[in-house]
């Protein structure tokens, strides 16, 4: 302070030095307290990175910890031959599927099973023509239900057993539909043998093998055994309408040398047209339904035709069924009687043919060798007879030489 100076001055310094003082201490105290605040922040900051690291670390430990504890009871399990739960539903799921896939198959390979729902198909089915035939729905699952529409007497439900869904066939009569729209129907149809069963039906995916349904005679013994066995059978019948036939002129004749060994019949004997009918009825493939009751029926497409006493002619190719292996030699499939067969397949009367085109020539040969064999017997015969002959002329001359000697004794 200025000693010079006036009171007045000194009093206006005085207050001017501790305003400044103030001041000075107020900004002090500021810069005090944002360091404190700096500090107070820093150590917050410093405490919560310290304590993510912590929990960071206890995060980490539990995850390990949980790690090994897994492995530790795999190995436990492993070892003791214990499975979880789960892995033993997965197991029971996989054997049920397993079986139940073993049971689907078995039921769309079963033979018998086709034929019995093959067999369910009507006339009333087959007499109208259907965009399906009965073999492809019996293939698939469908079996005729014989329930009657009244507003279309005509209409066919079919069921299926499996997942209990119906599905309704048209006809399809000439005239109704043009070719266009019989295509569109046919292919509907086509997809409807899976798409109308239900989701989970076995039937949804898969259907028969076609190897199921094709000829059954494999041997040459059997065909000809079938063939006299029905031939006789059919026979008996009081009334059996003419056969209507394409057969050609030396196939007939063959037939009648095997007709006439089977009954016993000289070659002088005529053949009856009962006799020769019935026999033409076995070589087509048809059966008799009962002694009692005058008809036919095949066990392979389930054809079935009574024979009324005004019946006059039956057509015994195309009363089966188009489909039927009889007459249908794709699906026949049947190979050759013969020793050395060709590998074109046969229909099933096509092969009965050929059988009794082969016991015709075994039956022509042994004729010929009993006939051969008789000569050689007769030849015998009469070379022992010769031998004997000339032993009693032989005798006779030395027979009175003989008493002459006993004579002189």
Known sequence: MDVQSTPEEQTNNAVIITDNNDATIDEQKDRVEENT????????????????????????ILERKLKELQSLLKHVRKKQGIFPSSFRKRKAEKEIQAKRTKLDISLINDKEKLMHRLKSYSYLYHHKPRPLSALECA???WVNSHKIVDKDPFLAILHCVECASDMYVIDIEPGRYDNTQVGNIEKKYKEGLFNWHKEDCVWRKECS???????????????????????????????????????????????????????????????????????????????????????????????????PIDQQTFDAFNEHRMYCPWRNSQIARA??????????????????????????????RRHHLGFHNQHIKDEVYKKIKKEITQSYNLLDETMPRIKQIETIE
Not at 37 to 60: A, G, I, Y
């Open 209 to 307: 093998s076609d190897d199921l349904y094709s000829f059954p005679l494999i041997t040459l013994s059997e065909g000809v055994n079938r063939f006299k066995h029905e031939g006789k059978t059919i026979s008996t019948y009081q009334h059996i309408p003419h056969v209507s036939n394409e057969l050609e002129h030396a196939t007939l004749r063959k037939i009648q040398y095997v007709i006439r060994d089977a009954e016993g019949l000289s070659d002088e004997d005529d053949i009856k047209d009962d006799i020769m009918n019935a026999y033409l009825l076995a070589l087509f493939g048809w059966q008799h339904i009962n002694p009692q009751m005058p008809g036919v029926q095949c066990s392979l497409c389930f054809a079935r035709s009574q024979f």
């Open 139 to 141: 293939q698939h699952g």
């Open 37 to 60: 605040q700096n500090e107070s922040s820093t150590e917050t900051v410093e405490n919560q990175s310290v304590e993510s690291e912590t929990n960071e670390s206890k995060e980490d």
């Open 335 to 364: 190979l050759s009687p013969k020793k050395h067969y060709e590998t074109k397949t046969l229909s099933g009367i096509e092969w009965m043919i050929q059988v009794v085109h082969i016991e015709y020539g075994l039956l022509v």
